[in-house]
T-cell receptor, first 109, second 122 residues
Framework: RKEVEQDPGPFNVPEGATVAFNCTYS??????FFWYRQDCRKEPKLLMS???SGNEDGRFTAQLNRASQYISLLIRDSKLSDSATYLC??????????FGAGTRLTVKP | GAVVSQHPSWVICKSGTSVKIECRSL??????MFWYRQFPKQSLMLMAT?????????EQGVEKDKFLINHASLTLSTLTVTSAHPEDSSFYIC??????????????????FGPGTRLTVL
């Protein structure tokens, strides 16, 4: 079983739509959780950290369910510029980052 | 936020040659740098963790004699792909870990990534 699993998509949504991505992780001792965004042929960039209480940054909301070992990212009012691959990242027991394969999002006019 | 550079951004070489990739943290000191490899439509795979002044820690399945890592200073780590073969063609990305308050990172353990190096071995 992969350490971090994501639905690869692709998700094709119209502008203005709300879209949600899910991610599960296998190591119950994981401590830190993140969502990164990666544009085609570019390096990943941190979108937001994920806290146990859930957190929001503008149109983006991240949630963590430790009991189910599940992380989610919700994007409201999608923009064309949101088109990218979204990577779920989990900090493993030895403080190394483990990346999911990514979920590809395309927002269409 | 912190800036990490990589050089070269792309390289094409013949099979059997060695290629060196540099990773630099430009405005902060990074005691730890990471090297990743990403094949098309796949996730980033951690190859090794590079600590300044000590030997790198390699992930299982990554040949340390083939992928030589040197972290000579707090701002520079290099990855040398020795005797490269076509199957080594990939996108190699380095990252450096920052701590909040040093360079305005959003969170503890945030990693800042270099722009990547696309290696094509003919």
């Amino acid at each position: 079983r992969k350490e971090v699993e994501q639905d690869p998509g692709p998700f094709n949504v119209p502008e203005g739509a709300t879209v949600a991505f899910n991610c599960t992780y296998s190591n119950s001792a994981s401590q830190s959780f993140f969502w990164y965004r990666q544009d085609c042929r570019k390096e990943p960039k941190l979108l937001m950290s994920v806290y146990s209480s859930g957190n929001e940054d503008g149109r983006f909301t991240a949630q963590l369910n430790r009991a189910s070992q599940y992380i989610s990212l919700l994007i409201r009012d999608s923009k064309l510029s949101d088109s990218a691959t979204y990577l779920c990242v989990v900090n493993s027991w030895n403080n190394d980052m483990r990346f999911g394969a990514g979920t590809r999002l395309t927002v269409k006019p | 936020g912190a800036v990490v550079s990589q050089h070269p951004s792309w390289v094409i070489c013949k099979s059997g040659t060695s290629v060196k990739i540099e990773c630099r943290s430009l405005d902060f000191q990074a005691t730890t740098m990471f090297w990743y490899r990403q094949f098309p439509k796949q996730s980033l795979m951690l190859m090794a963790t590079s600590n300044e002044g000590s030997k790198a820690t390699y992930e299982q399945g990554v040949e340390k004699d083939k992928f030589l890592i040197n972290h000579a200073s707090l701002t520079l780590s290099t990855l040398t792909v020795t005797s490269a073969h076509p199957e080594d063609s990939s996108f190699y990305i380095c990252s450096a870990r920052d701590h909040p308050g040093v360079s305005g990172g959003k969170s503890y353990n945030e990693q800042f990534f270099g722009p990547g190096t696309r290696l094509t071995v003919l």
